[in-house]
């Protein structure tokens, strides 16, 4: 559908002349609010009918109009809301109290009255005229126009369960839980019935600087609704709540929401993917403005729709916006989405973002059933430009956290606090507080973290995890494993972990002990960590294999493809210094003492040692090393959820770097002195609408002499799940280096392409392509070819198994469907080089589970 729109633009930057003067002003004022809500409306637009005169209501609603002259009538207006007028007598005060309702009447394209419908195109379209205007002045416009700006910040932040039934909220199960739901009117999103599950308010000095580039935040106060730290790692619950909801800065080409990019409706490429189309003009406001309303071209991709309000006072400055996304938007669990974003103008005529309130429903079906509401709203005040202040106000971190800012009490909050909280938010902090001292919560709790992080709580010990209890393989058969570790209930600083586990068929015990010295008088999960670790574990591994958040004795890995008789018997004895700091640098000290035996044919295996003494084959059944290793990291902003096993990261644009050193000394029993040097970069890029790029580069290079077993055996996947940082079709210790570099890239294309197929776009499935690239070898000196005295490559069925990258590179690569039931990620992996290798895997199917928005 379209529209064709006959006037010129400038028709709307036209002026009404104000009336003639009266003797006294005339006076309005009262408070704004919404009538379903009863809560307070800001940012709402009060002018006096037929004049540019104008203010806006404050953050809690209030306003006062002011003007000198025979007026009669104010509007008030407000984006999705019904205008209200109100009849004033000229040169006398009146006090009036405004109540608005909403406007459910969205208009997403406009019929010509004819009855024709005109197809839409860029060409002579006023509409596309005024965004491409809008675009054009979007340096001048946006904070970094400044060359120092400053302002104070509030943060509201809240999370509850929605769409609740009468019949759920009376279920028995929560009859000593009526004290948590709220109810708000039914119209409103989230429906009636909602359980607040969380909370958290901030308040912050925010400063910015031009030159050198800087954004800082001083966060004075923060209050969070906090859960037990045995069950949720809270700050880690910020850090995600915070990646899901961040600013939205309208004048970036591309907006961050839930951990995707959707392109801003003024973005430079807007015109090209957008619809555009003017739908009013507001001629009673200083300055006038035109309502633009937009809306996706293909509603399954990941953009906005909605309304934006532009000034014509020649700046063509965003003064308004309301955004929402198509309900066919390729974008798990969200069934609605509203951002309402207001801006206030400066003394120098330009225009900061004043207020912004993000709401999200959350649901598994897109029309019923409980779901989650989550909302944000952040206001700004006190906002200042050109203020350059001293120098070490702009150095350190990003944010920064008053030592105070936890403590902060009821009466500061208060004081302090730009907006009253509603009724239904003010007293979540207690509620929450009391809901975790009833026994059925508890116990509640403990169920489902034993379901989702495998391990039972029994106060000062915790057991777990549940999936490594047991599982197989060909050398040790049917595998018994039990363990786990102490809690913070026992001590803060000392923390002590262990299993043992029993092989049925190499009888063989295994075992595991370590015990942790928090030096920072903290949880050592959690950040930053500072302790002192002394572990010793005599246990097996497969040489190569490395997984990514899986245990290695998870169950589900027992089921392999090809041959799964690679093992060694280990003995490691590990002491570990770890230190982090705020801005996400860390280093580790190791000291490891190792010693590793071939599961060899003895006991089913097919890795042995061996080499040629004095012309006679030779049998290693130990190799010993000492090794001193140093790990330096950092990865600026990084934001994780810390679990019960490992630290999820939660992806975002910045690079996080690895340097890695590693020394062999010849103490302890350690046979061996080498080198082995190791760096990572790591990084996500984002592609606007082309989805998002993973990208990981790798090197490492080996000094000395070594034995194979001791070089960089390169990570190789056998089971069935794909591993984004391994080779899948690689076989375990199919290659060894004493040098290498590697290029992995995964392409998430977020459904771009599958968006335009109308058999494959309601599946809402999302392509993705992986490459993966290695290259390495053996210098001369560590070829066992060139040196009997060297292990040598062991064989299988007469055929050796393990190999160097001296004749290319190794790769594969892959295509898949991502986003299967939302949750599955299934590819189609090749393999490209060194296809003769026996037992080879040329090409396969793997799979992935990952759940994202």
């Known amino acids: 559908m379209a529209v064709l729109f006959a006037l010129p633009l400038k028709i709307y930057a036209q002026d009404a002349t104000p009336p ?10 009262g408070v704004i609010t919404d009538a379903k809500t009863k809560e307070t409306l800001p940012a709402v637009t009060v002018t006096f009918v037929g004049t540019t005169i104008g203010v806006s209501a404050d953050a809690n609603g209030n306003y006062t109009l002011k003007g000198t002259g025979p007026y009669t009538q104010v509007k008030f207006s407000f984006i999705g809301y019904k205008s209200v007028y109100v009849t004033v007598t000229p040169g006398q005060e009146l006090v009036k109290n405004i109540v608005m309702g909403e406007d459910t009447h969205l208009l997403n394209e406009v019929v010509i009255k004819s009855g024709k419908k005109v197809r839409y195109r860029n060409k002579d379209n006023p509409a596309v005229e005024l965004i491409r205007k809008v675009i054009e002045h979007k340096k001048q ?33 929560f009859k000593n839980y009526q004290f948590l739901f709220r109810e708000q009117d039914s119209t409103q999103i989230g429906g009636k019935t909602l359980l607040p599950l969380y909370m958290e308010e901030k308040l912050s000095h925010n400063f910015f600087r031009k030159q050198p580039y800087t954004k800082k935040q001083f966060i004075e106060a923060n209050k969070q609704v906090k859960y037990d730290e045995s069950f949720v790692d809270n700050q880690g619950l910020t850090a995600y709540f915070n990646r899901m909801y961040q600013d939205i800065d309208i004048y970036d080409n591309n907006v961050s929401l839930l951990g995707n990019q959707l392109l801003s409706p003024i973005a430079d490429a807007a015109p090209s993917v957008y619809k555009f189309f003017i739908t009013d003009t507001l001629k009673d406001v200083s300055p006038n403005l035109i309502e633009l309303s937009f809306t996706p071209r293909s509603t399954t991709d990941l953009l906005f729709e909605g309304k934006i309000y532009i000034t014509m006072d020649g700046n063509y400055v965003v003064e308004r916006a309301a955004l929402s996304v198509n309900k ?10 509203q951002a309402v974003l207001a801006f206030d103008k400066n ?59 936890a403590d902060r009490g009821d009466d500061y909050w208060n004081k302090n606090r730009p907006d009253t909280l509603k009724a239904s938010e003010a007293s979540i902090y207690k509620d929450i507080d009391s809901l975790q001292t009833i026994p059925s919560f508890k116990r509640t709790m403990d169920i489902v973290t034993l379901v989702l992080a495998g391990y039972k709580n029994y106060g000062p010990f915790e057991v777990g ?15 018994l494993r039990l363990g786990g570790r102490t809690t913070t209930t026992l001590s803060k600083r000392y923390y002590f972990e262990t299993y043992g586990a029993y092989g049925f068929k190499d009888e063989k015990f295994k075992y595991f002990l370590s015990g942790t010295y928090s030096l920072n008088n903290k949880s050592i999960y959690s950040f930053p960590q ?67 035996n071939p599961a060899g044919p003895d006991v089913g295996g097919a890795l042995y040692y061996q080499n040629t003494v004095n012309g006679q084959p030779n049998n290693i059944n130990w190799l010993t090393t000492t090794e001193l290793s140093t790990e330096l990291r950092y990865a ?10 490992y630290r999820t990261p939660i992806p975002d644009k910045y690079p996080i770097f690895t340097l890695r050193y590693q020394q062999g000394i010849k103490v302890l029993g350690g046979d061996y002195h080498y080198e082995n040097f190791t760096g990572n970069i790591s990084k996500r890029f984002y592609l606007s609408q082309l989805g998002f790029a993973d990208v990981s580069t790798e090197g490492g290079y080996v000094v000395g002499k070594l034995p194979f077993p001791l070089l960089d055996i390169h990570h190789a996947n056998q089971t069935y799940a794909l591993q984004l940082q391994s080779y899948n079709l690689m076989n375990f210790l199919e290659f060894v280096s004493d040098h290498y570099a590697a290029i992995n890239i995964d392409q998430n294309f977020n459904g771009y392409f599958f968006n335009k197929i109308p058999l494959l776009k309601k599946l809402k499935w999302r392509e993705v392509v992986s490459y993966k690239v290695l290259w390495g070898g053996l210098r001369a000196e560590n070829n066992p070819a060139n040196d009997p005295s060297l292990i040598q490559f062991p064989e299988r069925n007469g055929h050796p198994f393990v190999y160097t990258l001296n004749n290319g590179p190794y ?3 892959s295509i898949g469907i991502a986003n299967i039931f939302k949750i599955l990620r299934i590819d189609y992996v090749e393999r490209f080089s060194y296809l003769d290798h026996p037992d080879t895997s040329k090409h396969g199917i793997r799979f992935f589970v990952v759940l994202q928005f």
Do not use: C
């Open 530 to 596: 500072s302790y002192l670790r002394a572990s010793y574990q005599k246990d097996t591994q497969i040489p190569g294999q490395e997984l990514q958040f899986v245990q290695e004795d998870n169950f589900l890995l027992s089921f392999k493809r090809g041959y799964n008789d690679i093992l060694t018997y280990n003995n490691i004895f590990r002491l570990d210094y770890v230190h982090e700091f705020l801005n996400h640098f860390s280093y580790k000290f190791e000291l490891k003492n190792w010693k590793q």
């Open 141 to 173: 416009n946006r904070l970094e126009s400044y060359d120092y700006a400053e302002y104070h910040q509030y943060e509201k932040m809240i999370f509850a369960l929605s769409n609740l039934s009468d019949k759920f909220r009376d279920k028995k199960m």
């Open 20 to 29: 003639p003067a009266a003797t006294a002003p005339t006076v309005i004022k």
């Open 465 to 479: 995890p549940v999936n490594t209890f047991y599982n197989f393989n060909p050398i040790e058969g049917f595998r």
């Open 347 to 405: 003394t120098d005529g330009r225009y900061h973002l004043s207020q912004s309130d993000l709401k999200i429903d959350f649901g598994l079906s897109k029309n019923k059933g409980g779901g989650i509401l989550g909302e944000r709203v952040v206001m700004l005040s006190d906002f200042a430009t050109n203020v350059p202040r001293p120098a070490k106000t702009y150095e350190g971190p990003a944010e920064v956290i008053a030592p105070t800012a």
């Open 811 to 813: 790769q594969e690569g």
């Open 636 to 645: 600026p902003h990084e934001k994780f959820y810390q679990g019960k096993l």
């Open 328 to 337: 066919n938007i390729n974008l798990n669990f969200v069934r609605q989405m």
